[in-house]
């Protein structure tokens, strides 16, 4: 079993080559780790423990995984590519492998240009993450290879989803429905952060979620302020409110589910008013998501409805951004954003606001597919929880 589709792995890579040849790049490196994971799973369906990685695409060529000798028999079991090579860069500093063979990237160069495989110019993808021990080395290896950053043009192809990509990320978010239940079953006064995030988190790997796209967000009473709150040990109190969140991955993709809940199990008028404030714009946000419209566009209206509602001092996220392979991931659709939605792309709206010296800190979110003529709910539950009021 793995989690890639060969044929989705193999259109992304002739795709990647269009972009190549059209800027005359000779190969694209593309780094990834655990935390950056997203631009190497979308050619691989892969990702190292512990180690760091690279993938090495040729315009002409077979693409190889560049990475350390502790993963590589998980890569050539799970990656949708398993050429590997390894080098030293990559490992856990100071490990020590003494059966692996590990490379140079100076003969990685020697090797291609033995197979007659150019390499005058090589894009990287990556940049604002790619360490620089591995760029410096790799820069060392390849002293006769000109390097470009192309990760812009590499990350737009990951913006528009295909029906396959648009599948995965609607079972993902059909899980966040159901660890929302199991979460919310267990709110109460006397239970512990912690206890929430791990009814959610097990609902959603025992339904075949492999990974979580950021640690299960659980903020009660003050805690809510810090934003992006992971689950704490930290008893709930009567009368708080507790922000929840949760990012099952299937197969790669993310979905996601915010929700502020009272502790209590009974919203306080105050509370109804905090939430309904969230649910306002949010469906203001709800009603721009078609084609053609900008994120400066979108922006407007929430941001309209934050400062009748005397929240726009506490704003500190957009109301909109894209969804794949990362809960977050561009195109942002900010109130500076001159990127237009379009059909097949995988949108959420995330309507938040913090430090308030009252709320604290609240958040609502749910995902939508952007359509020919507006947008449909990747979980119709969830935005018929979050379109009515409390």
Known sequence: MA???????????????????KKSVDAALIYYDELNVANGWYLTGWCPQFEKGC??????????????????????????????RNFTPFMVPDEEYPNAEISTFESLYKELDAA????????????????????????????????????????????????WEIEQIRSAFSL???????????????????????????????AGAHSFAYGTIIGSGERAKAVVPTAYNKEMLAGELVMVGIAPRVNGYAGVMGESLPVSGTYTQRQKDCVNYLREAFHLTKDMLKPGVSGREIDVPARKSFIKNGLIDYLVCPFAHTIGLMEAEGPFYGPNSDDVLAPGMTVCIDVSFFGHPEFHGARIET??????????PLSPEMDKIMMATV
Do not use: W
Request: glycine share 8%.
């Open 3 to 21: 989690y890639f589709n060969l044929k989705e792995t193999e259109a992304r890579i002739e795709k990647i080559r269009e972009v190549l040849r």
């Open 367 to 376: 995902g939508y597919v952007i359509t020919e003529t507006g947008c449909e």
């Open 176 to 206: 966040t429905f159901e660890a929302f239940q199991a979460m919310k079953n267990i709110v109460a006064p006397g239970i512990f952060e912690h206890q929430v995030a791990a009814e959610g988190e097990y609902i959603c790997r025992k």
């Open 116 to 163: 007659k495989i150019p390499m005058r110019t090589i894009g990287l993808v990556g940049t604002a993450a790619l360490p620089h021990n591995i760029y410096t080395q790799f820069q060392a290896g390849f002293k006769n290879s000109k390097l470009i950053d192309i990760t812009a043009e590499y990350e737009a192809l990951r913006a528009h989803k295909s029906p």
């Open 55 to 84: 993938v090495l695409l040729p315009v002409d060529g077979d693409p190889l995984l560049l990475g350390g000798p502790e993963s590589e028999p998980f890569a050539k079991m799970s990656s949708a590519i398993t050429e590997t």
